[in-house]
């Protein structure tokens, strides 16, 4: 499935529970030639309320957090596991079989923008987009390797408003992308762990490191 076909057959979409407790699909939005693309976890009210991802408190954040980088949301694209709000106040995590009916629809997208580097919002994202089982806390902040772009697990935006040290290490994530937006696509599987030196004291990344 193309993107303009995800997009359209998203938009009407029935196949999983979600259709009910939404308003409107939350496809996504951002510039198909974007190098860096962001998955949250769900829509939650505010993205419903406006049919788009990030709003409200969260959004504001993001909007800092892409701002400390020198980005803004128009040079990124932003999408979540699912697209439509689960139910709950606030929203409960989407099921698993929930997310596996949304799939296509964040693989057109992905595979569309084939963007260097995918930041993995929160610990559901993280596990489906890498593929792992390890804990955020274990694969948070690493650069992982996969399909020849790099997968960035960290913390989710709605935790990171009411952990201060769970914002301080996203930011810390955060400032650690124009790094890899800058360093060659991954030709192996080696995990290169960007939190294995602060950055002042680390080697510039280097084409063919891994
Ligand atoms: S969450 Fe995804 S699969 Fe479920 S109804 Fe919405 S668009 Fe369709």
Redesign the pocket.
């Known amino acids: 499935m193309d993107f303009a076909e995800a997009q359209k057959e998203?938009l009407g979409?029935?196949?999983?529970g979600?259709?009910h407790s939404?308003t409107q699909?939350v496809f996504g939005e951002g510039p198909l030639n974007s190098e860096l693309f962001i998955v949250g976890e769900a829509p939650g009210f505010n993205e419903d309320k406006e049919g788009r991802p990030f709003q409200g408190a969260s959004g504001m954040l993001f909007d800092r957090l892409l701002d400390s980088i020198g980005l803004g949301r128009g040079k990124v694209y932003s999408t979540t596991l699912?697209?439509?709000r689960p139910p709950g106040s606030p929203p409960r995590s989407p099921r698993p079989s929930?997310v596996s009916?949304?799939r296509a629809?964040l693989m057109s997208q992905i595979s569309a923008v084939d963007p260097k580097v995918v930041l993995a919002l929160g610990e559901m994202a993280s596990r489906i987009l890498t593929g792992k089982k390890d804990p955020l806390s274990r694969i948070r902040g690493r650069a992982i390797p996969l399909d020849g772009r790099y997968i960035v697990p960290t913390f989710s935006l709605v935790k990171a408003l009411y952990v201060p040290a769970d914002r301080d290490m996203l930011v810390s994530d955060f400032s650690r992308l124009p790094e890899l937006l800058e360093a060659e696509r991954p030709s192996t599987y080696d995990t290169l762990n960007v939190l294995a030196t602060p950055s002042a004291d680390r080697e510039p990344i280097q084409p063919g490191l891994w």
């Open positions: 998203a979409c029935v196949k999983c979600l259709c939404r699909v699912v697209k439509c929930e009916h949304c629809y």
